[in-house]
């Protein structure tokens, strides 16, 4: 079946560091890819998606490339801030079946520090 | 702008209580999801449904009911809660198709 790993966290960096947090799948058909955030306390929103190869997501100063060649969606963001703290969920929406129920990631803690 | 609410931030419930969530979207969204969040599993989905009376079983559905009377609204059912359902649970809801969730903020529950 379908699956999303991500690397675990946490990940913890200074501010204006870059950041990457890595996520790969499995899929039996031609999913399409999203990063969503989790801010403390909070539920998870939408962050970026991609439906197709070589297409990028961006958001926020975030952004992911969809790599059908290595089945990879990158999270990336040039300079992180505080405020970027969170848990960061990579899934994937597979359209087999034609039910398109996500696969999330187990979810990457980011940490921020000043 | 677009919102998934859900009742209750914070709920404390008894062993054995009938215990009621309840979440409302207001972006008239055809499919609505109900999933639990827990340290170290991630997202687990209990049930969704793709329209008003349809409801379909997700991974974890046991001790688990659900309502969708009007398209707006999507309750979750703890027939008889027990401790091992605290938790924090999330709804989220979709328009059909390849788009992204919206999810309510969540409701931690806590079976004492």
């Known amino acids: 079946g379908d699956s999303v790993t991500q690397m675990e966290g946490p990940v913890t960096l200074s501010e204006e560091a870059f950041l990457t947090i890595n996520c790969t799948y499995t899929a039996t058909g031609y999913p399409s890819l999203f990063w969503y955030v989790q801010y403390p306390g909070e539920g998870l929103q939408l962050l970026l998606k991609a439906t197709k190869a070589d297409d990028k997501g961006s958001n926020k100063g975030f952004e992911a490339t969809y790599r059908k060649e290595t089945t990879s969606f990158h999270l990336e963001k040039g300079s992180v801030q505080v405020s970027d703290s969170a848990v960061y969920f990579c899934a994937l929406s597979d359209p087999t079946g034609g039910s398109y129920i996500p696969t999330f990631g187990r979810g990457t803690s980011l940490i921020v520090h000043p | 702008d677009v919102k998934v609410t859900q009742s209750s931030r914070y709920l404390v419930k008894r062993t054995g209580e009938k215990v009621f969530l309840e979440c409302v979207q207001d972006?008239?969204?055809?499919?609505m999801f109900w999933y639990r969040q827990d340290p170290g599993l991630g997202l687990r989905l209990i049930y969704f449904s793709y329209d008003v009376k349809m409801k379909e079983k997700g991974d974890i559905p046991e001790g688990y009911s659900v309502s969708r009377e009007k398209k707006e609204r999507f309750s979750l059912i703890l027939e008889s809660a027990s401790t091992n359902q605290t938790s924090m649970y999330l709804c989220?809801?979709?328009?059909?198709?390849?788009?992204?969730?919206?999810f309510g903020s969540g409701t931690r529950l806590t079976v004492v």
């Open positions: 972006m008239d969204h055809e499919n």
């Open positions: 989220a809801s979709r328009k059909t198709g390849v788009y992204g969730y919206t």
